[in-house]
């Protein structure tokens, strides 16, 4: 991954831990935070530390470093795609900002579903319902929920007037989420 297997490392160890491994998940944020205050690996460190603290709910801080992140290495596009992310669904968002890195992403990298993904909610989230449907078309091509996007897609057609097409995807949802309960 972009971002480094070291990290990558980190953050699934993090994310694995239960909520009762708090002295664990304590000692990986010691960990990241030293590196941080160390300028190791800081554009790394602050990716990570951004992760974790938005999963933790602690969105200022997430997006400080998150933001961090990004200043230091502006030009990997995980820490543009998280930081748009994150400002668009902040409790105090960011749309114009999240606007700017989202479409910078998707420029540079257009066939990644995930950076669409990120635009079309940036762009439903600003009121352009059009071109938030347009963006979740082409995420749904490759994207790893196509069921959260499907439901991001209905909810566009449904704000443009277009019953019919919202009817269609709220089907196919019901359809899928049956299936992955059959299974």
Avoid at 40 to 63: D, M, P, V
Avoid at 123 to 144: I, Q
Wanted: aromatic residues 8%.
């Amino acid at each position: 991954p972009e971002h480094g297997p070291a990290m990558t490392a980190i953050l699934s160890l993090y994310q694995s831990l239960k909520e009762t491994d708090k002295d664990q998940k304590q000692a990986i944020l010691d960990f990241l935070f030293g590196l941080v205050k160390n300028e190791s690996q800081t554009a790394q460190a602050n990716f990570a530390l951004g992760t974790i603290l938005w999963q933790e709910g602690e969105q200022k801080e997430a997006i400080r470093y998150m933001t961090q992140a990004y200043e230091k290495n502006p030009n990997q596009n995980p820490y543009i795609n998280n930081l748009a992310w994150q400002l668009a669904n902040a409790e105090e968002p960011q749309l114009d900002k999240a606007l700017e890195l989202a479409r910078k992403v998707v420029a540079r990298n257009p066939s990644n579903a995930s950076y669409r993904d990120t635009l079309g909610t940036v762009l439903m989230k600003t009121g352009d319902f059009r071109g938030a449907s347009l963006e979740f078309e082409k995420a749904m091509r490759g994207v790893k929920d196509p069921v959260a996007v499907r439901k991001k897609l209905a909810q566009c057609f449904q704000n443009l007037g277009m019953e019919e097409m919202a009817e269609q995807h709220l089907l196919m949802i019901k359809k899928a989420e049956q299936e992955s309960r059959n299974e």
